[in-house]
């Protein structure tokens, strides 16, 4: 029987994170709106935690941390500001992908930047994952990449790069040429200066605009082979690009919640003919559903993180965590779009006013597609 009641460990790891959310991201979030990234201080604040180095100790990281307590983290992030969250989380996928796929010397030139002490704060790595023609789903990833020799050229289209622009460290997941499935699929570090690779930087977005991205476009852009994380059949690629799936779907379930407990409270305190909105069933209904359907995500998460933590311990293979990753991130941001608007919904014309950050979260949910 599945048992997914955390470690003492993992609550007081929670517990610190669900603190930084309500006393710094949810505070900082309209100012990170419209400037369009996180602040410094800010990032500073969370390295100082520990929470952004989930790397070996050996290249100064603060230890890797399994899947299901980084969803715990990644949903109390979302519940203090999606794009806030995605900020972080987006940043954190590029080292993460070469920890999980690299081999040693490449973990050892890449990693260390992002746990110095000083000015590992200041680091920023990207993943490109989704393209136009697609979501963050595996199935999806069509930009491809051919072997030759001792170099590959890489073709397609990346959407939506966190930190795609101004990152230390580009990742992109791409498939071999020739090859369907997940198998196929492998990690490139892609150099700071490389012919045939435009970046353009997506401006006036309407949601997640603390988390700046950028659009990458590949024409025969040739990379060498030494670029390549890890060795082929290794299965860091595939589970680099789950665990993106799977801490997605937690800050979209911390979205959903926000927005459930923000809606919930505000009709516990708006009275209408002399009485609580919340006592009407329209109204009582709507916020049922929204904790059921969370509690729902929720699970499947939970379970998807487990397979993933298992399979590294060997026992299952990847197939299992694929599917139930996918899912879990689609049904959670299912649910962190209709929470949002049903947020809207209760709070009525007040939901759109930016007195009340509903109208920004379900911006931030319809950008999570």
Known sequence: MLNFAPT???EEIRNLAQSLASEQLRPRARDAEKRGDIS?????????TGLTTPFPEAYGGSGPIEALTYTFIAEELGFGDGGLAMNIIGSLMGPLT???AGDEHQQKHYIPQFCDQHQGYLQRGSLAFAER?????????????????????????KRDVIHGQQSNLRVVLARVEGTTGPDGLR???VPTSLK???????ELKLGLAAAPSAVFIFEHASVSGTYVLGKPGNGGAIRAATLYQLLRAGVACGMARAALEYARDYARGRYAFGRPIASYQGIAFIVAEMAMKLDAARLLLWRAAQS????????EGYHTYVREAEVAQYQAVKIAKSATLDAIQILGGAGFLQDHPVEMWARNAAAME
């Open 8 to 10: 003492e460990e993992q």
């Open 40 to 48: 410094p201080e800010l990032m500073q604040t969370l390295a100082q």
């Open 98 to 100: 070469v920890a999980l």
């Open 133 to 157: 023609s697609g979501g963050y789903n595996l199935a999806d990833i069509h930009t491809t990449l051919r072997l030759q020799g001792e170099h590959c050229l890489i073709n397609g289209t």
């Open 187 to 189: 990690a490139v570090v």
């Open 196 to 202: 045939g690779l435009s970046i353009k930087s997506d």
């Open 308 to 315: 993933w933590d298992q399979a590294e311990n060997g026992h």
